[in-house]
T-cell receptor, first 113, second 114 residues
Framework: SQTIHQWPATLVQPVGSPLSLECTVEGTSNPNLYWYRQAAGRGLQLLFYSVGIGQISSEVPQNLSASRPQDRQFILSSKKLLLSDSGFYLC????????????FGPGTRLTVL | SQKIEQNSEALNIQEGKTATLTCNYTNYSPAYLQWYRQDPGRGPVFLLLIRENEKEKRKERLKVTFDTTLKQSLFHITASQPADSATYLCAPTGPSGGYNKLIFGAGTRLAVHP
């Protein structure tokens, strides 16, 4: 069976500090991978998606970046965090040729102070 | 631009009643529509998918309808239980194959009271 991991589960960072969130998927090959952010009481905002190693598409211009160094690893980064980067970050995967049903990780709660 | 509307106000119902949640979309024609459940502090969990050529789909106490003319989906939970309390998200989706980008509605929070 497939599983998706995210870490850390919670993170408190000062403004201006760097960020690195990691997501890994087990039990499948060549998944499509996604990063979402959810502000408190709000819907899911798609940040980045990837259909393969080194292939990253950005949906929303901001001070975040994503990388996919391995087939089942997806990393979200920032060089300098802003207060507005606070939120709940979710990683998700889909089968490349499937109907797009997404399987979400447990999420990372980021608070920027 | 593509837009998805779900009731922003919470839906409060009594245990045992049927809950009905609405999802309206504009400016695109999805090949199918998905519903997810999200509990506080957790990632969404897939519940049901209905294709454009299906009028209705059922799974246990859940029922989804899809009206491509009205551009609307209804999500029903029959014999609701307090454990059904959560936020429910809809996601109209494009054709399958290759990359599939889901756009989620903001969700409707359901509260089932004993």
């Amino acid at each position: 069976s497939q599983t998706i991991h995210q870490w850390p589960a919670t993170l408190v960072q000062p403004v201006g500090s760097p960020l690195s969130l990691e997501c890994t998927v087990e039990g499948t090959s060549n998944p499509n991978l996604y990063w979402y952010r959810q502000a408190a009481g709000r819907g899911l905002q798609l940040l980045f998606y990837s259909v393969g190693i080194g292939q990253i598409s950005s949906e929303v211009p901001q001070n975040l970046s994503a990388s996919r160094p391995q087939d089942r690893q997806f990393i979200l980064s920032s060089k300098k965090l802003l207060l507005s980067d606070s939120g709940f970050y979710l990683c998700a995967w889909t089968r490349g040729l499937g109907e797009g049903t997404q399987y979400f990780g447990p999420g990372t709660r980021l608070t920027v102070l | 631009s593509q837009k998805i509307e779900q009731n922003s106000e919470a839906l409060n119902i009594q245990e045992g009643k049927t809950a009905t949640l609405t999802c309206n979309y504009t400016n695109y024609s999805p090949a199918y529509l998905q519903w997810y459940r999200q509990d506080p502090g957790r990632g969404p969990v897939f519940l049901l998918l209905i294709r454009e050529n299906e009028k209705e789909k059922r799974k246990e106490r859940l029922k989804v309808t899809f009206d491509t003319t009205l551009k609307q989906s209804l999500f029903h939970i029959t014999a609701s239980q307090p454990a059904d309390s959560a936020t429910y998200l809809c996601a109209p989706t494009g054709p399958s194959g290759g990359y599939n980008k889901l756009i989620f509605g903001a969700g409707t929070r359901l509260a089932v009271h004993p």
